[in-house]
């Protein structure tokens, strides 16, 4: 992965782990390189993106790492994992469709019901890197962290900073958010009530 700096190792599924590499040669690279890049610096910053495109059983070389702190005499106290991925994506719209508020500009959620929505799909997801994985099933995960999808009202006002930022003319801001609106693809799914992209990208379309 490429990071500007040696101290974040950025790794993403569909380019780094590919399945043509056999399991255990996979875990031992990946291993090989964390332990690297710890070994030179003990607040090293781990990010492993794509989990979806991972197959399960790689990433339970973490075990290693998170279970005591240290591996082989190189410490991982103060390093953190972030690992990223869409798994609950479908799960968390179900979630925030049902959570809307009377005039669908609001979501009223509950972060712990959240929590056990990402959890489990992601432990369920056959498919997944972390299928029925120990670290989930032993609770090495600190935080599970769910991104909500965003309303049509909340990418409005996004755009609306972007536009501002940029101090374009103020008096065509309607028009142009409706140009901008009008570009976005909205999820089928929640019958439109939310932008699929949310506000990625509307630096682009400003």
Not at 170 to 199: S, Y
Request: hydrophobic residues 40%.
């Amino acid at each position: 992965g490429n990071s500007k700096s040696a101290y974040v190792l950025t790794l993403v599924g569909h380019t780094d782990f590919s399945n043509h590499v056999p399991l255990e040669h996979q875990r031992e690279m990946l291993k090989n390189e964390i332990v690297a890049r710890a070994r030179s610096c003990e607040r090293c910053l781990f990010i492993l993106d794509e989990l979806h495109s991972i197959r399960p059983g790689v990433l339970e070389v973490l075990t290693d790492f998170v279970d005591h702190g240290f591996w082989h005499g190189v410490s991982f106290r103060k390093s953190v994992f972030i690992l990223l991925s869409n798994t609950a994506a479908a799960e968390i719209k179900d979630y925030a469709l049902d959570h809307l508020s009377i005039d669908g500009r609001e979501i009223d959620v509950s972060k712990t019901e959240l929590e056990e929505i990402v959890k489990t799909a992601t432990l369920n997801r056959k498919d997944g890197a972390l299928f029925q994985s120990g670290l989930i099933k032993n609770n090495r995960i600190s935080h599970f962290v769910p991104f909500l999808p965003l309303t049509a009202d909340q990418v409005v006002l996004c755009i609306r900073a972007e536009v501002l930022k940029r101090e374009r003319d103020k008096t065509n801001m309607k028009k142009l958010v409706g140009r901008v609106m009008g570009q976005l693809a909205k999820t089928p799914l929640t019958q439109d009530r939310f932008v699929a992209a949310g506000c990625k990208n509307l630096d682009k379309r400003v």
